[in-house]
């Protein structure tokens, strides 16, 4: 069996391998630890190697016990295991991604992780709670570069805590940060997002490849709507008419289709069930081949269309964050917005260029104004001031350009104090009340 894994495993840039087909455990509130630590017995025996979770999942004290209960009957080495965790966002303190991995590392009974990742591109404030809050209920956000969380990663790769390091929900800017970085020793091998048949992440998956980073997807067949941070009343993906018509073609499952279609694309795969019956499917993955025609068809279902936001109860305002929305709109551009950007989340987006900008719109993404939407908007404003200076005059003046149909413009100290003074500088000798036609 672990010979058939390391067949169908991808060479990452640092010369480590990676499983196409990992078993993700992010699970709802309401599904018991104990679940768990089941499942990832299960998925063992049924032939998963690459299991996939994160400090913020809070479940690796169970996945720990359980790869030590397999490790300890036989049934595989450490070896044969390809774990990843990734370091929460109130950890992005350089001094603190270390402190973040070891905490991992004594909850799963190991020496080192496979694969350490930053966990999304926003750093929140330092502390014990995931999501650090203000009195208001917004969520407050750390002023941490992200090339020097990165130097941190690094450091951890070159103590021998971690083989290797990515980062996970980065859009193509800030990959870039990364990769431009001065001094950069390792680059990320991968880019863990969410990726389907309804967000194909194909800008994305174009430019990991030409840096040689693999890209790996999450939420590969939908999401369970039970999760807080999960989009409601969208489209369920495996009931799509076209990923069944191939399923029954090829007498499988829409869930296998869905997978199988990921691996044809070089996509690193994370298939989240605890169910066996669903897990063992899953798994078969690897002994049937889509035809050209059917990449096509799936290709053809793209609609941008994301399953998750990446920081839930965040503020009102603030946007969903994925790799195919709004900053990651390169690869998470094409999305659709799913709240109005904030003038807050802009001012913040401005005096903060290094950290994540996933939360708000990129550069790119704006389209640069016309030459009549710049007259069209100049108007605009002239209007506005014009209205505005006539409001600030007194009443009697308005009552005698009304009749008159003259403009009146009273030169008082009062009056300048509230009018553009640059639209009046030419006048700034007159001190008695002057009257001008119209």
């Not at 900053?327 to 987006?349: D, I, P």
Request: with cysteine; glycine share 4%; charged share 25%.
């Amino acid at each position: 069996m672990m010979s058939q894994m390391r067949h169908f495993s991808l060479k990452m840039n640092d010369g480590h391998t990676i499983p196409m087909l990992g078993l993700g455990t992010s699970a709802p509130s309401q599904v018991p630890k104990s679940e768990t630590e089941m499942a990832i017995k299960r998925a063992i025996d049924i032939g998963y190697r690459h299991i996939d979770s994160a400090h913020l999942y809070q479940n690796e004290e169970e996945i720990g016990r359980a790869i030590q209960m397999k490790i300890a009957d036989g049934t595989v080495k450490r070896d044969d295991i390809f774990y990843t965790t990734k370091v929460w966002g109130t950890f992005f303190r350089p001094e603190l991604v270390q402190t973040n991995l070891e905490r991992s590392l004594k909850k799963l009974q190991m020496s080192y992780v496979d694969l350490y990742l930053l966990h999304h591109p926003e750093a929140l404030q330092a502390g014990e709670d995931f999501f650090p809050k203000d009195a208001h209920g917004n969520i407050i956000f750390d002023t941490v570069d992200l090339c020097t969380t990165w130097e941190a990663m690094e450091k951890c790769k070159n103590e021998g805590l971690t083989r290797s390091i990515g980062v996970s929900n980065f859009n193509c800017k800030q990959l870039e940060r990364i990769l431009n970085k001065p001094g950069l020793k390792y680059k990320p091998v991968c880019n863990q997002v969410e990726c389907h048949p309804y967000l194909n992440q194909s800008k994305l998956l174009e430019f990991c490849r030409s840096h040689d980073i693999l890209l790996v997807a999450y939420a590969t067949l939908g999401s369970d709507a039970r999760k807080k941070w999960v989009i409601k009343n969208k489209p369920r993906l495996l009931q799509d008419p076209v990923l069944n018509a191939i399923a029954e073609k090829h007498r499988r499952t829409p869930a296998q289709v869905a997978l199988r279609y990921q691996l044809q694309r070089g996509v690193v795969a994370l298939a989240k069930s605890f169910n066996e019956q669903r897990m063992k499917e899953n798994f078969q993955v690897f002994e049937f081949e889509l035809t050209p025609e059917d990449m096509e068809s799936l290709d053809g279902l793209n609609r941008n269309m994301c399953y998750l936001q990446d920081l839930p109860q965040a503020a009102p305002g603030r946007v969903a964050s994925h790799p195919e929305t709004v900053g990651r709109m390169e690869g998470r551009g094409e999305a659709q917005l799913t709240s109005h950007v904030s003038r807050k989340s802009v001012l913040l987006a401005t005096i903060m260029p290094l950290r994540s900008t996933a939360l708000f719109p990129s550069e790119a993404n704006l389209k640069a104004p016309s030459q009549q939407e710049k007259k069209k908007q100049k108007t605009k404003i002239s209007k506005r001031k014009r209205i505005e200076r006539y409001k600030n005059k007194p009443q009697c003046i308005k009552k005698r350009e009304r009749k008159t149909g003259t403009k009146c413009i009273t030169l008082s100290a009062t009056v300048l104090s509230r009018w553009y003074l640059h639209d009046l500088f030419f006048l700034s000798y007159i001190s008695v009340t002057s009257k001008f036609r119209g």
